[in-house]
Structure formats: structure tokens, C-alpha cells
DNA sequence: ACCTGAACACCGTTCAAGT
DNA sequence: ACCTGAACACCGTTCAAGT
């Protein structure tokens, strides 16, 4: 492939070559050298497409969330519509970042104020809404379910960095430990990334049943 | 102050003087070189006081939460002991950021595994089990309001990236929006990190109200 | 119009050497 | 023991030049 004026790449082919490397070797490798070079192209060939490496990450993120605000109900017709719509946007919103390593990395890295960030906003509030919330708390809520999500996802990620400490050697007596509360609760996977889809729905379930509690 | 084997700086002085950098220049600003210079060093000089970067930032984290575990309900009679507890310990972790311009990129940087992190964690959990949560129910109580928290300052980081917009010139007609509802909630300042401390307290107590609700 | 290559001002980290 | 200086392999971005 000579150089000419022919464009040989779409943005979108740059976007995806940016999520292969962030999945693989996580949010700092992700460099518009390395992202060039995976491409075959140089670092300054990235510029005619995107004018900056923020810029080739707001796009990143707008893949990401794409789809995320239309995000179905499926069939559980046992709860109120909007209950159910408020998890799927919220699960689908989950479901996204969990399923790209280092995304959370990517989320928090800039400004959120994308056409796709907004879809997701829009839906959670107009969800809210047609629970009976007012204008404000709708809004509020919206917000709060999303601080949740994305907090929730910050917290896997630290924990995923967490260098697993080989248990300490047995011994005959034990210290009495500073955590106990925390340390019984290892068998969760709240704090090793670990734990399963009912404990993390568990957590957006109390806290939307708390919102619609204030309507 | 010349070279030799008289230590001339403390541990804490170069996590004084990094938070200096991060507070005013943003977290992508703290580099080994620049806090180095900020203390006169050349950057191998800080390489005998951390081993890396990444310990100089687990540094910087610990003394961030130094005492939020700690923080006193204050004199709130009105409700239950551990209710105050439980908001006591939330706002003295929102405040340490908030009051930490960047310490959300720092908290969302690399693990949590610190002891001050697990100091956190266990107040949070022991609150809830005080309020008469099971042991699997207070953990993961505990894990959804450190994960509100930070999912909020992630979102106030956000919003305080964003470049904020020349409001379009006016027009004779308007095109519908795509976005009514999150449109009509910009007064809340929840998008632009303006919102106010009642606004900002609103959510963690939905969020309590729900989890409570669980008992 | 698209791309290369050189360049600038950075980065974290290692290593040998100085006092 | 503490610190410097040189070095290595990186970074984002700009600019002149080539096709």
C-alpha cells in the first residue's frame, strides 16, 4: 500500500484497531504510535483522521455506548415497564463496559458529553419520568444510576489491578485483623472482580427501589 | 544542598509536593520528572524514597483517605446513630475528593488495596450491619455506596472536562431536541460538577433509603 | 488529499558513577 | 546512603516534504 491520495482506512478501522489494543494491553498502551503501527500506518498519518488522541477516544466511547440508550426490556413482564427499562439501559450500559477490558479507564479519561452519553442520560431519565418521578428528581435519579454503574465498574477495574497476595503462612495464633467485616465478605468477589451478575444487580435494584420510594 | 548520604526530604514531602502538581495541574501532570523538580531532585533521586510510580501514587491515595474512616456523624440527633454513620463516612470520602481537585483519576488509577482503602470499606459495612443488614447484605451495601461516590466524582470529573459550549445563536425556529429532558435539567448543574451539596447528598440517600429498605 | 520522516518536548525506569 | 548524569525505549504533536 503506497502512500497516494487514496484514503486506504476508515476512522471506523482506527477505532476498532484502538479497542483491540485496549482490551489486550489495557487503557495506557493505547498510544496513537501503537495504534498507527497496528495499523501499518505512522503516527502522524492518525492526525488526517483524528486531530488529536482525545479526539480518537471520544469516538471510542461514542462505539462503546452506541446502542446502549435503545437497549430492549426482553421478556420479563412480571415488573412495570419502566422498572424494566430502567435495568435494561442500566444492565446494557454494564453489559458494554464489562464486556471491553479497560473501558471504565476510557470512560473516566474525558469529558462524557458525546451524542451517545446523552442517549444513555435521555433514556434513564425519561424511564424515571414515566415512573412518576418529577422533571428534577427524574433527573437526579438518571444521574445517580449512572454514578452507580460507572462506580461500580471503577471498582472492578481497581480490583482487577489488585495484585493478588498469596495468603499469608500459616501460623498458631492469629492477629486480630483491623478488617474483619471486609475479610468475611471475601467470598463475595466484591473486591477481586469476581462477584456474580445477581450481587451486582443487587446493588441497582436497592438503589432504584430507593429513587422510585421518593416518588 | 549538596549531594550525599544525609536523606533531605521525607516520603511525605514528595506526596505533598504531588499533590501540589495534581491539584493545580491535573492528574496527567504528576510524572516522576515534574515532582522531582518541584523538590529539587533529579528524578533517580525519587527513586530511593518509591520504588515506582505506581507506589508513589498508592502513597498519594493513602493519605487522600487518611481518617475518612473516621469521620464523626457530627450532631445530627434526629436519626439513627448508624444512619449518620453511614453519611458521616460517604461525605467525608466526597469531600476528600471533591476537595482534591483530580483525586478521582488518582483513586480510579490502579488498586484500592491500600489500608486506609480497607479502613474505608469496613466502617461503610460495619454502619450497615449495625443497621441490622446481614453479613453478605452489609458488604455489599457497603461495596454500592463507595461505588456511588466515586461513580459521582467520576461523573463530576466529567463534566469538569467538558468544554463548556457557547450556547447556539438564536434562531427563528428551534429543531426538536434529542434531549429534552436532560435539556430541562441543566439548572440541576448535575452535568456541568455545579451541583449543589443537597443535590450532590440527594442520591447516596435514595440509595440508602433503598438498601435499608433490604433489611 | 494522504502519507512519510525528522524533529521537539516530554515520559518511566535502569545503571554506573560520584560523595 | 543518597544523589547525579547518561541512557533506553517510549509519548503526543507539529511541520516540511513527497506522491
Known amino acids: 500500500m503506497k502512500p497516494g491520495p487514496r484514503r486506504s482506512i476508515s476512522q471506523a478501522d482506527i477505532v476498532d484497531a484502538a479497542f483491540e489494543i485496549l482490551e489486550e494491553k489495557g487503557f495506557a498502551a493505547v498510544s496513537?504510535?501503537?495504534v498507527a503501527a497496528a495499523l501499518?500506518?505512522?503516527p502522524t498519518a492518525l492526525y488526517t483522521y483524528f486531530p488529536s488522541k482525545g479526539a480518537l477516544q471520544a469516538a471510542m466511547i461514542e462505539q462503546l455506548l452506541a446502542g446502549v440508550?435503545?437497549?430492549d426490556a426482553g421478556s420479563e413482564p412480571a415488573e412495570p415497564a419502566w422498572r424494566e427499562r430502567i435495568h435494561a439501559v442500566a444492565a446494557a450500559l454494564r453489559a458494554r463496559i464489562a464486556g471491553h477490558a479497560g473501558s471504565i479507564a476510557l470512560l473516566t479519561s474525558g469529558p462524557l458529553d458525546g451524542e451517545r452519553s446523552r442517549d444513555v442520560a435521555e433514556a434513564l431519565i425519561a424511564a424515571f419520568a414515566e415512573a412518576g418521578l418529577g422533571a428534577d428528581e427524574a433527573a437526579r435519579?438518571?444521574?445517580?444510576?449512572r454514578a452507580q454503574v460507572i462506580g461500580a465498574a471503577a471498582?472492578?477495574?481497581?480490583?482487577?489491578?489488585t495484585p493478588e497476595q498469596t495468603p499469608a503462612p500459616q501460623t498458631l495464633w492469629k492477629e486480630p485483623s483491623r478488617h474483619p467485616r471486609l475479610e468475611a465478605s471475601a467470598h463475595l468477589g466484591l473486591d477481586t472482580g469476581?462477584?456474580?451478575?445477581a450481587s451486582r444487580r443487587w446493588a441497582l435494584d436497592r438503589l432504584i427501589d430507593g429513587l422510585l420510594a421518593s416518588a
Open 32 to 34: 496513537v504510535r501503537a
Open 40 to 42: 501499518g500506518l505512522t
Open 69 to 71: 440508550a435503545e437497549a
Open 141 to 145: 435519579a438518571g444521574h445517580a444510576v
Open 155 to 161: 471498582l472492578d477495574a481497581a480490583a482487577a489491578a
Open 194 to 197: 469476581e462477584a456474580d451478575e
